[in-house]
């Protein structure tokens, strides 16, 4: 089976457009995917003069709708690329109805996160949670299982070289010399605590559970590797759970944020918080299968109507310098007030049409704000020609430096159980210093070294029920896995699991489904992590509002999505913060005289985040 050439041409991802797919992505009933439809599927043709447009229909355009909808706001429109709603959040139905989510998994965390007051005040978390037994089976590649005593003895120590990672940031501690990541640190750990083990297979054996335990960091942190990820910027850090150990997190000190109480799984799947997010939005409000082509932010009168100015032609006596008009608007409270028109009785209080966006299918809209919340894995293949003028240099840089990396699922799915009841996950304990000790970077990365080595990035199979496995793989390694069939990487899944359980018998799946997210148009990824050479001000300048004039009192481009919030970036909870926020710069400053945060009356994550009320 291992010398059978596979496929290489890519089958159908359920993460693309599908038939059906809309309706398994809010719930029963239509759920979520009932307010959205294409401009074909809606009888009232939508308009193309509002107030504000918001450029995608994911967790933050979302959230920014349901703000301005919040504060007397309905003058809007979404533009949504794919078929649906949700962006990063979709769930499909596999045998006998069991829903799986593609994209995000577990709410992270409770105290301060919005999501989880919202699911609690839509009835979708379980008030009882009775945690299952989770026993690990850490078997190597000749079937060899590990005993749990080294199993735990490792993970403790691994344990403790993550804290470490913390101290750095906390007492101003200077890292070893040439020591800047993540990887680099840890690796530096294990090798100082490998030095006294003398026998060189128990050396190997403890090498490869910390190898285990670092490609699961990857899928975490959503990268190829984690020397890769800068040492002072570290974020979360989730680990495994391993029979009598606790499932615990860490949370750095350094730019990301961790919200305190666990990982919190929606026994009606994530994608159900879709549903009352989108039930508010008028049907008519969300476009779908429209793909923006062209923002035209900064635009100037002429006798012959609007034009987009050209950043190098301005009259050299403007003020309209590039950092006045993109950075912070200057001038005095009472020109800003001045330049404030309204010809309507909504809270949007600003003159609308000066803001143009151009569609791939031709249609063309005019508001007077954007609100962005494009992923940056599409900002960074196509944020020179999107926008018009380009992006001030400052926030293309940031788009550059940051990084948004490939985490994709395997699900396999079978006719009956062949797992032990009581084993709820199999680490795969990989002999990596055997095949990457003389490898090159360069060798590593070949198209020649990924085909026969992609599937080892794989550390386990874990049980979502006794007929369904999952998977997980990153880095280039996922970017590869994307150019196979679904074929071919379940004949390799079954070659693993037969050799790592030594059963030949281990049953071919009767379905696989994997995820392409990094294929995607409409994401080119996961998540956002911050690698060396990046800070958390790179995040911060993404958030940067744009103004078409110094004059401005309201900004021509505000920006939203995970990939904004510099304390939480990489979740669902900080796409929703950023939408709200992202909303706010866009509402009147004198009324309403109370800004509605939430419509449950809890404020919580907006102290978290520190959001000043004026």
Avoid at 139 to 154: K, N, R
Avoid at 210 to 233: A, H, P, Q, S, Y
Avoid at 507 to 521: F, I
Avoid at 583 to 603: C, K, T, Y
Wanted: net charge negative; charged share 20%; hydrophobic share 35%.
């Amino acid at each position: 089976m291992g010398d059978k050439e596979e496929p290489t041409t890519p089958a159908p991802s359920p993460t693309e457009e599908a038939p059906g797919l809309e309706a398994v992505v809010g719930g029963a009933g239509g759920g979520a995917g009932a307010p959205g439809g294409s401009g074909s599927d809606n009888n009232t043709t939508p308009p193309t003069h509002v107030k504000v447009v918001i450029i995608g229909a994911g967790m933050a355009g979302l959230s920014a709708a349901n703000h301005l909808l919040q504060n007397g706001c309905e003058d809007f429109i979404i533009l949504e690329a794919r078929g649906r709603i949700g962006g990063r959040i979709v769930s499909i139905l596999l045998g006998n109805n069991q829903k799986v989510e593609l994209g995000a998994n577990w709410i992270h965390g409770v105290l301060g996160n919005p999501i989880f007051e919202l699911a609690v005040q839509h009835g979708l978390v379980s008030v009882v949670n009775v945690p299952k037994p989770h026993k690990v089976v850490a078997t190597m590649e000749d079937g060899h299982q590990v005993p749990f005593s080294i199993l735990q003895e490792i993970y403790e120590a691994y344990v403790c070289f993550l804290r470490r990672c913390d101290e750095y940031f906390l007492c101003q501690y200077s890292p070893p010399p040439d020591i800047h990541s993540v990887g680099e640190h840890i690796n530096y750990e294990i090798e100082i605590y490998l030095s006294s083990v003398q026998d060189p297979k128990e050396k190997r054996l403890k090498q490869s559970i910390f190898n285990c335990l670092l490609k699961r960091e990857t899928c975490i942190t959503g990268c190829n590797n984690m020397n890769e990820v800068d040492l002072l910027e570290l974020g979360e850090m989730i680990l495994p759970k391993c029979d009598a150990l606790i499932l615990t997190i860490y949370a750095s000190s350094g730019s990301y944020t961790e919200l305190q109480g666990g990982n919190i799984v929606l026994p009606s799947g994530y994608s159900s918080i879709l549903k009352p997010l989108g039930a508010q939005i008028p049907k008519q409000a969300i476009l779908t299968k429209c793909p923006v082509k062209k923002i035209h932010w900064k635009r100037k009168k002429t006798f012959t109507g609007l034009e987009t100015v050209d950043e190098n032609s301005e009259d050299e006596n403007s003020d309209d310098s590039e950092r006045t008009v993109t950075e912070v608007p200057t001038g005095g409270a009472g020109l800003r007030g001045g330049s404030v028109e309204s010809n309507s009785s909504s809270n949007c209080d600003y003159p609308a049409g000066n803001v143009r966006v151009d569609c791939e299918d031709g249609r063309v809209f005019h508001a007077a704000h954007v609100i962005c919340t494009i992923p940056l894995g599409v900002l960074k293949h196509s944020h020179r020609t999107l926008f018009d003028p380009v992006l001030p240099q400052y926030k293309q840089e940031s788009i550059e430096n940051l990084m948004f990396g490939t985490v994709d699922k395997i699900f396999l799915e079978y006719e009956r159980p062949f797992l032990s009841a009581d084993i709820s996950e199999i680490m795969l304990l990989w002999d990596d210093d055997k095949r990457d000790m003389n490898s090159s970077e360069e060798e590593l990365a070949s198209e020649a070294y990924l085909s026969k080595n992609w599937f080892k990035k794989i550390y386990s199979f874990a049980k979502v029920t006794d007929t369904l496995l999952l998977g997980w793989v990153s880095g280039r390694e996922a970017d590869y896995m994307e150019t196979l069939s679904h074929e071919a990487v379940a004949e390799k899944c079954t070659e693993i699991l037969r050799n790592f359980l030594q059963d030949p018998y281990v049953p071919k799946p009767k379905r696989c489904v994997c995820t392409s997210w990094k294929s995607q148009n409409f994401t080119g990824g996961a998540y956002t992590s911050i690698p060396v050479g990046a800070t958390q001000e790179d995040i911060e300048n993404l958030a940067q509002p744009l103004y078409a004039t110094p004059q401005a009192m309201k900004p021509a481009i505000v920006f939203a999505g995970e990939h904004t919030h510099s304390s939480f970036y990489s979740t669902v909870h900080g796409a929703y913060l950023s939408g709200r926020t992202a909303a706010q710069h866009l509402l009147g400053s004198e009324e309403p005289d109370e800004i509605v945060m939430e419509s449950d009356g809890s404020d919580l994550s907006a102290w978290i985040q520190g959001i000043a009320l004026d």
